[in-house]
């Protein structure tokens, strides 16, 4: 039996026109919500903090500053519990930075901060630490980073973390753990279980680092199986967020790696 190809041609072009018609309204409510939904960045209008929204609970706090004359960024968290905001990590510069940080997160996110954790005595982790003790916060870190803060001038940070690096904030976990030196003697992770989401500070490197930045307390020797413990550790982590650049998944952990076995 012989078939018209010009009748099959109106078939085709029918049943097409019909499903443009079923996908538009679809197409339409996307775009729709896409418009009204919320924002998943802030920022102030100077532009020197970003936070951006990793999930409903944990947002990425970016500054800015200048360093050897370039300037980098520096991330933390700002974590939403039910009995306040966590801070990971100062802004990186002077103390109006970090009180400018305070002031957009508990804008936005309706909380005040309750707790901070100092990830290393660098000045990108530390320098607004003074910010945080004058409006009563209560400011961890480990033994050692501690007594490095000291020796770099700023206040020393409530020694804790390592008796107690396991902290439930109302309904919010939080774990800090201490892998070994690596960028530098006193570098710890903050891990949130319940997100599957892991603060690497400076001891992990995001994909577009080509190398490992800098290394004036580094120990380079010891630094691969310090972030091997952190792989083993966290099998299960979905986001990996660096100190600085741009956050991924555990890609970073092994792009580090990388780095550490290609230095001189």
């Known amino acids: 039996m012989k078939i018209s190809t010009g009748w099959i041609g109106k078939v085709v072009f029918s049943l097409l026109l019909a499903l443009s018609v079923v996908m538009t309204p679809l197409n339409s409510q996307i775009i729709a919500q896409s418009k009204t939904s919320s924002p998943t960045q802030i920022t102030n ?20 500053n200048d360093w050897n004359g370039t300037t980098y960024d520096h991330n933390g968290f700002v974590i939403s519990t039910s009995e306040g ?8 510069g002077d103390d109006q930075k970090t ?15 309750v707790l901070a954790l100092i990830t290393h005595a660098h000045d990108d982790s530390i320098s607004g630490i003074r910010a945080l003790l004058k409006q ?7 033994r050692l980073t501690a007594k490095l803060a000291k020796e770099n001038g700023y206040p020393s940070p409530n020694p804790t ?13 939080i774990e800090a753990f201490y892998p070994g030196e690596g960028h530098s003697k006193d570098n710890i992770t903050v891990w949130l279980p319940q997100s599957q989401l892991l603060f690497g500070g400076c001891f992990i490197k995001s994909l577009e680092a080509k190398d490992l930045g800098n290394l004036s307390d580094a120990n380079v020797e010891q630094w691969d199986d310090s972030v091997q413990k952190v792989i083993d550790k966290y099998p299960n982590v979905k986001t990996v967020v660096p100190g600085h650049g741009t956050w991924g998944d555990k890609g970073l952990l092994f792009h580090t790696l990388d780095l550490i076995k290609q230095h001189p």
Do not use: C, Q, Y
């Open 45 to 64: 209008p100077e532009k020197t903090i970003v936070l951006t929204k990793l999930n409903d609970n944990v947002w990425a706090h970016t500054s800015f």
């Open 85 to 92: 905001l966590v801070l990971i990590d100062t802004a990186w």
């Open 99 to 113: 009180e400018e940080l305070l002031r957009l997160s508990e804008k936005h996110l309706k909380k005040k901060v």
């Open 136 to 142: 009563g916060i209560d400011v961890r870190s480990t």
């Open 161 to 173: 973390l390592d008796r107690k690096p396991v902290m439930k904030v109302g309904n919010t976990v």
